[in-house]
């Protein structure tokens, strides 16, 4: 990733404004991210059993800062149950070098030296009623603690969930904030990830949002989602496509599509729209997507969209270029 491209995420997230607080965020319209333990089926959405999100903590926050975990285990009517229940889930917190900026952490699937970092926190997580439905909380931590990163505005830090045993699906939300025991929102955080494993509403009516930042130097993405179960559309919305469908994956398979990227486009969020069938009706679908550019780098996929949730813009022209008479 260029260091001016770098630069500007920092920029943006210190000029849009936005408020990290649940992820999924509101705006995702997303009920849970999903990690199913190491023994269960690909067939279920989640193609590794590991996810890793990242937090940015603006320079400015001088306070502790704390990562809240809602409903770590892995049972009751959030989770989805496989038999019984006999999931093993870990939580851990990373900062300090390397965290973010060791290339490990930009890859699909969990491999090479993707725990880089100083483990700071972690805890594993089994079936109990302790911490079902309920907040766990990590920290506190400074925020220097994190990795900084002046690209990106501020100090990174790493949070990996790993199911490592049983086949169940974990069901999970995370929250950044100010607080041990409260939701208190970080103003000027973000949060985001390289490859996203989530679970769709079970609502016909409800639609999911995705927000992949497009750089600088991108002309062109692929999206690859997995395990959708050809449960409706996905449509890709931006300031200058009102609607553009990309290939939605069956049971089991990864869906792959390309698409251009015009110079309106860069340096904005596209929204990635998973629009459920009104015909079938399937519950429990978990889903896995990531964005890659036209090099295969993973693209950034952020809970909170960078300038605001992307609207069509239908007063932007484009100049066609003259035809030339041939002699």
Known sequence: MKRVTRFLFGFLLLTSN????????????????VTFGKDGAKS???????????????????????????????????????GEYNTKTKFSVYGGKEAFTNKDVRLKDPGGNYK?????????????EVYDGEWY????????EGELVSEYGGYIFKI?????????????????????????????????TFEYTFRLSDNQKDVAHLYPYIEQNVY?????????????EINIVSMVKKGELSKASGDDTWADTEHKIVEKEKKTTLDVQFIKSKKAVIKNNNVTLYVTNQDGNLLPIYTVPIGGVPQHNSKIQFKQKKKTTPY
């Open 18 to 33: 936005c408020i990290a607080q649940q992820v999924p965020a509101v705006e995702e319209n997303i009920p849970f991210l």
């Open 44 to 82: 279920w959405g989640d193609d590794d059993f590991s996810q890793t999100y990242f937090f940015v903590i603006p320079k400015f926050q001088v306070q502790p800062i704390y990562i809240r975990v809602f409903d770590a285990e892995t049972s009751g009517e959030n989770d989805e149950k496989k």
């Open 116 to 128: 880089s970092g100083n483990l700071l926190a972690s805890k594993i997580f089994i079936s109990s």
């Open 137 to 144: 909380t990590f920290g506190p931590f400074n925020p220097t």
């Open 160 to 192: 990996i969930s790993e199911g490592l045993a049983g086949d169940d699906g974990n069901l999970y939300k995370y929250f950044l904030s100010s607080s041990p025991t409260e939701n208190k929102a970080i103003e000027g955080g973000n949060a985001f």
């Open 220 to 232: 062109s993405v692929r999206l690859s989602n997995f395990d959708f179960d050809n449960d409706g």
